[in-house]
T-cell receptor, first 112, second 112 residues
Framework: QKEVEQDPGPLSVPEGAIVSLNCTYSNSAFQYFMWYRQYSRKGPELLMYTYSSGNKEDGRFTAQVDKSSKYISLFIRDSQPSDSATYLCAMSAGDSSYKLIFGSGTRLLVRP | GAGVSQSPRYKVAKRGQDVALRCDPISGHVSLFWYQQALGQGPEFLTYFQNEAQLDKSGLPSDRFFAERPEGSVSTLKIQRTQQEDSAVYLC??????????FGPGTRLLVL
């Protein structure tokens, strides 16, 4: 079993919808949580960074971390076709915070 | 400002050839990381540099893989005697803090 699980999708939504992307993990030592967006044939782009539990909002994006359930989420409001990409969650533990453990990514398609 | 750059963007090698992949980090970033991303998967950690010191190379898959960063800026990932299973995208990232890593576009390696 992988340390970080992520539904590969694809997830197809109409433009303007609220998108919910999720990851579960097994390592209770994870303290740093990130979401990356990756367009086809591009490198991952950092969207959100959260330390420990709680919520963080940035524009149309909200990241949530529930350490008690080992579950993290990314919400995208008013989704746009330009949001169509693969979304990767990543996390790391305090004693090796540089070693990011990634999920396999969820493909999102926002239909015009 | 300029992001992380990698070269070449694409590399085709015959099995058994040696290859060298280059990474130019964001100016001022002391930390540099290499990841390997297989098709349909998330990136997997290979190695970590802080300035010129290689602090963790636990993710390198075999002794055919070697990374260096001799002057604490540009880094090279070398793969000797390439095998078909080495085919992947090799991503370089840099950061000021260990967790918030910024990725380059990657080098897509195909071993025939």
């Amino acid at each position: 079993q992988k340390e970080v699980e992520q539904d590969p999708g694809p997830l197809s939504v109409p433009e303007g919808a609220i998108v919910s992307l999720n990851c579960t993990y097994s390592n209770s030592a994870f303290q740093y949580f990130m979401w990356y967006r990756q367009y086809s044939r591009k490198g991952p782009e950092l969207l959100m960074y959260t330390y420990s539990s709680g919520n963080k909002e940035d524009g149309r994006f909200t990241a949530q971390v529930d350490k008690s359930s080992k579950y993290i989420s990314l919400f995208i409001r008013d989704s746009q076709p330009s949001d169509s990409a693969t979304y990767l969650c990543a996390m790391s533990a305090g004693d090796s915070s540089y070693k990011l453990i990634f999920g396999s990514g969820t493909r999102l398609l926002v239909r015009p | 400002g300029a992001g992380v750059s990698q070269s070449p963007r694409y590399k085709v090698a015959k099995r058994g050839q040696d290859v060298a992949l280059r990474c130019d980090p964001i100016s001022g970033h002391v930390s540099l990381f290499w990841y390997q991303q297989a098709l349909g998967q998330g990136p997997e950690f290979l190695t970590y540099f802080q300035n010129e010191a290689q602090l963790d190379k636990s993710g390198l898959p075999s002794d055919r893989f070697f990374a260096e960063r001799p002057e604490g800026s540009v880094s090279t990932l070398k793969i000797q005697r390439t095998q078909q299973e080495d085919s992947a995208v090799y991503l370089c990232a840099s950061s000021r803090t260990e967790e918030t890593q910024y990725f380059g576009p990657g080098t897509r390696l195909l071993v025939l």
